[in-house]
């Protein structure tokens, strides 16, 4: 029996390397990787519905799932994590010191619905007491003018938002005192280069991100692997099977941190990093499944409630293909 060609488009991850270089294979399954950046694989999923598989915004997947369109079910794999304090910028001459300060400001993101943003959208209000509500938002192109939401928002009337004009960049005008501030995933190129204009909210975002964790439990979730739903409806077992393949694929990664006569990547005190790590967040640090998760998932379906971005407040139990949420026992 010839095995499912399916298309999986995803980025470079070391976590599923094994599973891309063939040291690992989903049963029955002919995956055939494209390898894009997210932004690309985000933009041609969610327009065009392109891959069979593919890594996606968990903000955008909860958006499709609350609109029913477009037809995907996710199984819990978390392709892409990422504490957040360290995702917010500042203009040095606004005044701002603190997140109180940022009430009030002018805020420039790509998107309103990235995940980056709904998460620290969702930890500003929740920790600072600085709600969506309470700041100016613009939205546009980072580095190049012209970029626009990936998917129509009904945003409530409370949110102040407006795009910004087609000759202009977030960070132009980050650095120029036109906006306040800037959140984003990516930094603006001013602030790698050096401008004196431009810093971290947060100047020591490593020591409160740790300190959220040890607080909430919260490794923030950006990306979640989808599949179509006509291949699921065709062939039922795919979502089971690529659940397993991408678990054992992760576990490859964390074989290797444990042989460390040879460093194997290009990072001098990677051991002591991987100790520090564990020491916090345990042996498992980057958990797939539901329930190592439920209070990361449930804290973003809330956070995308309270922004407007979802009207309903979905269970986190019925975002995951169901076959991949429950284990056979011998």
């Excluded at 940022?102 to 500003?124: M, N, T």
């Excluded at 991987?274 to 329930?291: A, H, N, Q, S, V």
Aim: overall charge negative; charged content about 25%; glycine content about 6%.
């Amino acid at each position: 029996m010839s095995k499912l060609k399916l298309s999986f488009g995803c980025w470079d991850y070391d976590r599923i390397r094994a599973l891309t270089d063939g040291t690992v294979k989903a049963e029955g399954i002919e995956l055939n990787w494209l390898n894009m950046p997210v932004e690309e694989t985000f933009w041609r999923m969610m327009r065009h519905q392109e891959f069979d598989v593919a890594e996606l915004s968990f903000s955008s997947y909860l958006i499709a799932r609350d609109r029913g369109f477009p037809n995907f079910s996710a199984i819990p794999v978390f392709m892409s994590r990422s504490f957040r304090h360290s995702g917010i910028y500042i203009n040095n001459h606004a005044g701002i010191k603190e997140p109180a300060d940022l009430i009030g400001k002018r805020i420039g993101i790509p998107e309103y619905q990235l995940s980056a943003c709904v998460w620290i959208r969702g930890i500003l209000h929740h920790e600072y007491g600085v709600s969506p509500s309470s700041v100016q938002w613009f939205t546009g192109g980072q580095e190049k003018a012209g970029r626009v939401e990936k998917i129509k928002l009904d945003l409530p009337s409370s949110i102040s938002i407006e795009p910004i004009r087609d000759d202009q960049t977030l960070n132009e005008m980050l650095e120029s005192g036109e906006i306040d501030a800037f959140i984003a995933p990516r930094a603006p190129s001013c602030f790698l280069k050096g401008s004196p204009n431009v810093s971290r909210l947060f100047s020591d975002h490593v020591a409160a991100e740790k300190e959220y964790f040890k607080k909430t439990g919260i490794f923030p979730i950006m990306h979640v692997v989808a599949i179509k739903d006509e291949i699921l409806e065709k062939n039922p077992w795919v979502a089971a099977n690529l659940y397993k393949a991408f678990v054992e694929s992760k576990e490859k990664i964390y074989e290797g941190f444990h042989q460390t006569a040879a460093l194997k990547v290009t990072l001098p005190w990677l051991v002591s990093e991987i100790e520090r790590t564990k020491e916090i967040m345990g042996e498992d640090f980057w958990p797939y499944g539901l329930e190592q998760n439920r209070a990361t998932l449930e804290a973003f379906v809330t956070y995308s409630y309270e922004q407007g971005l979802i009207k309903n407040k979905l269970a986190v139990d019925d975002l995951f293909v169901k076959s991949t949420l429950e284990e056979y026992v011998i």
